[in-house]
């Protein structure tokens, strides 16, 4: 019993984590079709604006709030400097402006902070632990799985009851018709940086707390989490981003518990292996979303 | 002084150097029913296209007034007050068909209560409201058209553009749907285009024709008059029509 329990926890708060990488990725990709390789600099961008403002003394959630938003002006500045001036040329364009952009960031960190790890400021809840039903298990899962409970249910409801909302979803389903009714297109696909920006910068935070330094390449990793995340879960739709996320924190969770200790080093084949092992027997993704995976 | 007209002036389009239209001018005025026909590659949707700006001019301009239509973005266009339906029905298929109609409204400046109402008014003028929590592809082929003609009338259009409206509807649909269509020059105020194979509601419904054959006009004019123009009959009614 105590060990369902552990194991759901550390699935849900690995889950949460991955499903709001995803969802920060898919949001622009629904819209786009094209992925933002750029994405995990933007969990860099708050890394190091956490680590910069660490000795300013102010609240931590004042610092964490500095953080998520340079994540999305971030995010912004990304549509504005690798998609918008190249959005209606290739598809190819865009994978390239999205990598140069990644490395420009990286380098940039590494060239005026530091290729070491920098320590950024974590309140202490983040290290500390809680028995929970005779389960000891870290602060921050508990927090990770009540952010992602959170920001699950208010991006639900933006999508569903607000003008963004119903804007956004037309867009992602057919952008071209979307415009002809007179959508604003330049500005939702701005907000959808803005909402990955944010979805970034905060699962950034959580990502990095928990172990409390930033490198250059701290991106690196969440990137390919949400990208196989929305690969598998479908990348046409939102649920199935949040799906692939939790899927893929079930297996990673599951092969941590079972692998012996000499094949966990090899854990992100055996991951892979699963992965491929879905996209076999769902070759679209295990969510069907709207419309067609083309541009429109 | 009476809204301004829609008129489009000499417009050309090219398809990698063929002329799909060539040099075609027309007027639709608030309030009249013009019927847009001719035979298959004439150029009709393609005319819908271009007066939208969907594809590129080759020539010529499209005018609202004095306020020149061609060569901007497509939201621009929409908010000048032209609304359009498509050949193949566009909805947005994993949306609520309310939603479908309630996003045109929002693009529009709409606040969401005023959309929602609106678009469930809307709903009910087309017999929908019973679907308007289905999504948007689960509806049969006649009802996505009359959803989609409903979403174009949520942007409250001064003029509005449908490509085949009744395409896939059954007679007693395609009856209704003329009704429906017959009465908003009136209650809208709005100049309707319409491009129809269906020549008996075409005839029933249109104030005026315009006839396109190889992208030009062959004939313009009251629908009783374009009906026995020689040139029309040899382009495209054919001899069925000459018996008639």
């Known amino acids: 019993m105590t060990f369902a329990l552990q194991f759901l926890i550390d699935v849900l708060s690995l889950g949460g984590a991955y499903a709001l990488m995803a969802l920060g990725l898919v949001i622009v990709y629904g819209i786009l079709k094209l992925v933002n390789f750029a994405y995990g600099e933007l969990i860099m961008v708050a890394g190091y604006t956490l680590f910069l403002v660490g000795g300013s003394g102010l609240p931590w959630l004042v610092m964490a709030a500095v953080a998520v938003l340079m994540a999305v002006i971030a995010g912004i500045l990304t549509d504005y400097v690798a998609f918008r001036p190249v959005r209606a040329k290739s598809v190819t364009a865009v994978l390239i402006t999205s990598f ?32 929970l039903a005779g389960v000891i298990t870290p602060v921050r899962n508990l927090i990770t799985i009540a952010a992602a409970v959170v920001l699950l249910g208010v991006f639900t409801f933006l999508m569903r009851r607000t003008v963004l909302g119903i804007a956004m979803r037309a867009a992602a389903t057919n952008f071209t018709m979307a415009r002809m009714l007179g959508v604003p297109a330049n500005l939702i696909i701005s907000s959808a940086f803005a909402i990955s920006g944010l979805l970034a910068g905060i699962v950034g935070i959580l990502w990095i707390g928990r172990i409390g330094t930033v490198v250059p390449g701290i991106g690196n990793e969440p990137l390919l989490v949400a990208f196989i995340a929305t690969v598998i879960g479908g990348m046409r739709s939102l649920g199935g981003a949040v799906l692939g996320g939790f899927l893929l924190a079930l297996i990673d969770t599951t092969l941590n518990y079972t692998l012996s200790q ?28 709207p419309a067609t995976g083309q541009r429109t | 002084m009476a809204n ?56 010529g301009r499209v005018m609202i007034g ?145 006839v396109l054959a190889f992208g030009k006009t062959i004939a313009e004019g009251r629908a009783e008059d374009v009906r026995k123009n020689p040139a029309v009959i040899e382009a495209y009614l054919g001899s069925e029509a000459i018996r008639a």
Not at chain 1, 100 to 128: E, G, Y
Not at chain 2, 18 to 40: F, H, K, M, W
Not at chain 2, 75 to 92: K, M, N, P, Y
Request: hydrophobic share 50%; glycine share 8%; aromatic share 4%.
């Open chain 2, 66 to 210: 004095n306020k020149q239509i061609s060569g901007l973005t497509p939201r621009e266009v929409a908010l000048q007050g032209l609304s359009r339906s498509f050949q193949i029905v566009r909805l947005f298929n994993n949306m609520a068909v309310l939603d479908n109609v309630e996003a045109a409204a929002l693009a529009h400046g709409s606040s969401l209560r005023a959309a929602r109402a609106k678009a469930l008014t809307l709903l009910d003028g087309f017999n929908l409201s019973h679907r308007a929590d289905d999504l948007g592809g689960s509806l049969s082929y006649g009802d996505k058209r009359r959803v989609e003609i409903a979403r174009a009338l949520a942007a409250d259009p001064a003029f509005l553009l449908l490509d085949e409206p009744a395409a896939g509807m059954n007679e007693a649909e395609t009856e209704a749907l003329l009704h429906i269509l017959a009465a908003l020059p009136r209650s809208r105020g709005l100049g309707l285009l319409i491009i129809d194979h269906d020549m008996s509601l075409i005839m029933r419904l249109c104030d005026r024709l315009h």
């Open chain 1, 262 to 289: 000499e094949l966990l080093k090899f854990r992100d084949a055996f991951t892979f292996s699963l992965v491929i092992l879905i996209l076999l027997w769902r070759p679209e993704g295990l969510l069907k979303g």
């Open chain 1, 100 to 131: 140069a952009f990644s490395t420009l960031l990286q380098n940039a960190a590494l060239l005026f902070i530091s290729p070491r790890p920098r320590n950024v400021p974590m309140p202490a809840a983040f290290s500390q632990t809680v028995e």
């Open chain 2, 4 to 59: 301004p007209s829609l008129e489009v002036v000499d417009v050309a389009v090219e398809f990698s150097g063929l002329r799909a239209l060539n040099g075609v001018s027309l007027t639709l005025s608030p309030g009249e029913i013009v019927g847009l026909i001719g035979p298959n590659g004439s150029g009709k949707t393609t005319m819908i296209n271009a007066i939208t700006g969907q594809v590129p001019l080759a020539g």
